[in-house]
């Protein structure tokens, strides 16, 4: 149980174009999940805290309108990174709460973006 | 403000050589604390939380302990598929009653040899 995926594993994308990563709760409800992102040899940097139905709690300088997040259903969360710049090539990695576990969080298997 | 601090950054061990791990937090009301592993290229897998002094969790080789200030992960008689590297990471509670998010070390890369 308590089995988070993300899509998709790994992409490439030119310069100035969206990309969009999904997050899904496969057998449990989450109404918070969690979008970091680590750099190679690093922890996990907390960038959003996406809540059903509401907008999101960015992280301090994370650029909310680079990092669209939407988390429109209990199972689900998107991560689009607008106008993908070298930059922002990294692992992208999502957590879900469980509903009735609030203390316990489960990840994904991450999603690597290199922007060329 | 939370912090956590994990050593060793690295450890190497040869395989069957036992070693302790430790995480060193500070935390306003600490809500749980949890060991997560990390291979190359995945998201964490979620191994153990605990949630209060003296508490003790296993799993086959691995064994995690809390203190008031730490948290060890012992590894009991290693092999070489344990090699990677560990998460720690605390979560304290809100003013509101519900979960803050988690605060992680930077983690133990730990290598075990055949």
């Known amino acids: 149980g308590a089995v988070v995926s993300q899509h998709p594993s790994w992409v490439i994308c030119k310069s100035g174009t969206s990309v969009k990563i999904e997050c899904r709760s496969l057998?449990?409800?989450?109404?918070?999940m969690f979008w970091y992102r680590q750099f190679p040899k690093q922890s996990l940097m907390l960038m959003a805290t996406s809540n059903e139905g509401s907008k999101a709690t960015y992280e301090q300088g994370v650029e909310k309108d680079k990092f669209l997040i939407n988390h429109a259903s209990l199972t689900l969360s998107t991560l689009t990174v607008t106008s993908a710049h070298p930059e922002d090539s990294s692992f992208y990695i999502c957590s879900a709460r469980v509903v009735d576990r609030p203390y316990e969080q489960y990840f994904g298997p991450g999603t690597r973006l290199t922007v060329t | 403000e939370d912090q956590v601090t994990q050593s060793p950054e690295a450890l190497r061990l040869q395989e069957g050589e036992s070693s302790s791990l430790n995480c060193s937090y500070t935390?306003?009301?600490?809500?749980?604390l949890f060991w997560y592993r990390q291979d190359p290229g995945k998201g964490p897998e979620f191994l153990f939380t605990?949630?209060?002094a003296g508490e003790e969790k296993e799993k086959e080789r691995l064994k995690a302990t809390l203190t008031k200030k730490e948290s060890f992960l012992h590894i009991t008689a290693p092999k070489p598929e344990d090699s990677a590297t560990y998460l720690c990471a605390v979560q304290a509670g809100a003013a509101s009653g519900s979960a803050r998010q988690l605060t992680f070390g930077s983690g133990t890369q730990l290598t075990v040899l055949p």
């Open positions: 605990l949630y209060s």
């Open positions: 057998d449990f409800q989450a109404t918070t």
């Open positions: 935390v306003s009301g600490l809500r749980g």
